[in-house]
C-alpha cells in the first residue's frame, strides 16, 4: 500500500517546538518533492513548506519563514518539519504531500500523495 504517514504533532505552548515526521511506505521518495500544508479551522489550506527531491533548495511561506525548517532525508525516505517559535496562529491540522517532480511546484498544483494529516496545537 503506498501511503504517507505523519508523527510528531500534539499540545506545545507558546515559544515551543514541535519536530513532524513524514515518512512514505510502498514507494521511495528520492525523486520526490516534499511538501507540508496545514489548515486552520475556517482558514484555507495553505503551504508552509517545500523541499525539491534531493532536499538542497526549500522554500517557506512568509508566515513561517525562519521559524520552521524542512529536512528531507532519501536514506531514512523521511521528511521532517522542525517548527520553532511556536504560536497559537500555527494551531492547524499539518499534512504532508509529494509530487512526482524534481522541484517544488506551485502550491495549488496537483499532489500526488497525501499523508492522513496530523493535528497541532499551541495554546499555554
Known amino acids: 500500500q503506498l501511503q504517507l504517514v505523519e508523527s510528531g504533532g500534539g499540545l506545545v505552548q507558546p515559544g515551543g517546538s514541535l519536530r513532524l515526521s513524514c515518512g512514505a511506505s510502498?514507494?521511495?521518495?528520492?525523486?520526490?518533492?516534499m511538501s507540508w500544508f496545514r489548515q486552520a479551522p475556517g482558514k484555507e489550506r495553505e503551504r508552509v513548506a517545500c523541499?525539491?527531491?534531493?532536499?538542497?533548495?526549500?522554500n517557506y511561506a512568509d508566515s513561517v519563514q525562519g521559524r520552521f525548517t524542512i529536512s528531507k532525508y532519501n536514506a531514512k525516505n523521511t521528511v521532517y518539519l522542525q517548527m520553532n517559535s511556536l504560536t497559537p496562529e500555527d494551531t492547524a491540522t499539518y499534512y504532508c504531500?509529494?509530487?512526482?517532480?524534481?522541484?517544488?511546484?506551485?502550491?495549488?498544483?496537483?499532489?500526488?500523495?497525501w499523508g492522513q494529516g496530523i493535528h497541532v496545537t499551541v495554546s499555554s
Open positions: 523541499s525539491n527531491s534531493r532536499g538542497g533548495t526549500t
Open positions: 510502498g514507494f521511495r521518495l528520492d525523486h520526490n518533492s
Open positions: 504531500a509529494t509530487q512526482f517532480l524534481y522541484y517544488c511546484s506551485g502550491p495549488d498544483n496537483p499532489y500526488d500523495y
